[in-house]
């Protein structure tokens, strides 16, 4: 990827189809410490409600989508505990 | 050739559509006997097929709250809900063109407003629950509004929205107010205080090809399609006499059971809502939990694939509905739940027809716990 969305950790899931970004996101935000950030780039248009509602039901942080990479939306999400 | 619809014991999608009560079945094969010739014409086979029609349109018209002589039938609700909104427009133009709408209406809604000539669509947007605030409704009619749409109840979670309230808002504003009543008539009372309301018969019971459309009097409202002297100027095309009849059969027969329907499938919904989340980890039960239609029950499971759920379901003999985007063909999630902000995957409606029994739902209840965890095992996100 060309840019890094301002986060400890870059998930790439473009091309993945829902659920499967929000899989990658349960799976590997365990890699980064609490009050680190994680940005997950995904194109599947149920992305952008799903990883809020994950963000609410696991009671981490959504920040919202940072810069773009290539193109394709990041959803950055804080982990919170 | 059956009576009876393949393993009806499994189907769970009533808010689709319904079986075709048995009370209709009768109606409609008498009609097709007796009601075919052309009610427009004034011999006496055309007079009986005229008499039918006008008692049809008697008890829909009874049952929304409308005269007999607002009430035109349609080919399907989508049909009634394309007419009321081009029609309301058109008549309004000289208003405006803006089009006010809950973020939440049935496709048919959004789409006929997408196609009114200059149109503009305002959405006002729903809480968590599915529910329209009936003052933010208000605010958002303006002086260049010409039309505003909400629906009774909303079909993918069964939130009921306020509409009597957001009629007065309507009403104070001068803004023409359009229901789309599609799942609540037959089931809750209709609330009072639109300009024109769209049904569909087949979710009550009735035949499918049968819609309603009603412009309360004085209304304003303009006919989109080229003339035509049939459905009182407000549907073209040769009436389903017999279809109407039928519907009008149902729905009676509906509303003649509705009490008893409402408090069994209340019950029935109300124990699957409080046990999900005991037999399903990671469920997420959405839709207001008591503003709803009784019948509704609407739950995402995390990290399972809806088209897979809905395929599995189907296997053990299951008919529900998914508004996760896997099973649309446009591979984008449900509006509706977008615009609640719940999660689209994994999601599964149950919605309750007539003849719904709480053995079906136990067993229903024994059998989904074990395929969320076979599903979620397979993508080997059981523990995450």
């Not at chain 2, 087949?202 to 399609?225: D, F, I, Y």
């Not at chain 2, 124990?271 to 739950?299: K, Q, W």
């Not at chain 2, 759920?309 to 296997?315: C, F, G, Q, S």
């Not at chain 2, 027809?353 to 993508?379: I, S």
Request: aromatic residues 4%; hydrophobic residues 45%; charged residues 25%.
């Amino acid at each position: 990827m060309s840019e890094r969305p301002g986060a400890d950790l870059v998930l790439d899931c473009r091309g993945m189809r829902c659920p499967l970004p929000v899989i990658e996101l349960g799976r590997r935000i365990g890699e980064v410490g609490v009050d680190a950030v994680v940005a997950v780039v995904a194109d599947d248009p149920a992305a952008a409600v799903d990883i809020p509602a994950w963000c609410r039901l696991r009671a981490h942080d959504y920040l919202g989508t940072g810069d773009p990479v290539d193109g394709v939306a990041a959803y950055r999400v804080r982990r919170r505990r | 050739m059956h009576g009876v619809p393949d393993s009806i014991a499994g189907y769970l999608d009533a808010a689709s559509t319904e079986p075709l009560h048995p009370a209709a079945r009768e109606v409609l094969a008498e009609a097709l006997d007796s009601g075919w010739a052309d009610p427009a014409r004034l011999y006496g086979s055309a007079r009986r097929a005229r008499l039918l029609l006008d008692n049809a349109r008697e008890v829909v018209a009874a049952a929304v709250g409308a005269r007999p002589d607002e009430v035109s039938f349609t080919g399907s609700g989508t049909q009634a809900v394309h007419l009321g909104v081009l029609g309301a427009a058109l008549a309004r133009e000289r208003a405006g063109r803006r089009i006010v709408c809950s973020a939440v209406e049935h496709s048919s809604v959004l789409h006929a407003v997408a196609a009114a000539p200059g149109a503009t669509m305002d959405r006002v947007p729903v809480d968590r629950a599915g529910s329209v605030d009936a003052a933010e409704f208000g605010g958002a009619l303006r002086a260049d509004t010409a039309l505003a749409c909400l629906q009774g109840a909303n079909h993918e979670v069964g939130t009921v929205q306020p509409v009597a309230e957001a009629a007065t808002e309507c009403e104070l504003r001068g803004v023409p107010l359009l229901v789309d009543a599609a799942q609540v008539v037959g089931r809750l009372a209709v609330p009072g205080g639109w300009s024109v309301l769209a049904a569909s018969a087949h979710k009550w019971g009735g035949p499918p090809g049968v819609g309603v459309l009603a412009v309360r009097r004085g209304a304003r409202w303009r006919s989109p399609s080229p003339e035509d002297e049939r459905g009182s100027g407000r549907v073209p095309g040769f009436e389903n006499v017999p279809g109407a009849l039928a519907a009008a059969a149902a729905l009676r027969a509906r509303l003649e059971d509705a009490e008893q329907l409402n408090r069994t499938h209340e019950a029935l919904v109300g124990r699957i809502r409080a046990r999900l989340p005991e037999l399903v980890p990671d469920v997420e039960v959405v839709g207001h939990p008591t503003v709803r239609l009784p019948h509704v029950v609407t739950f995402s499971c995390l990290y399972v694939d809806g088209e897979a759920l809905l395929t599995e379901l189907d296997k053990e003999g299951y008919a529900v509905s998914s508004g996760s985007s896997c099973t649309a063909s446009t591979l984008t999630p449900s509006h509706v739940l977008e615009a609640m902000g719940v999660l689209t995957h994994g999601n599964i409606r149950v919605s309750l027809p007539r003849g719904a029994t709480e053995a079906g739902v136990e067993r229903f209840l024994e059998v989904l716990p074990d395929v969320v965890a076979r599903l979620r095992a397979t993508a080997g996100v059981d523990r995450l």
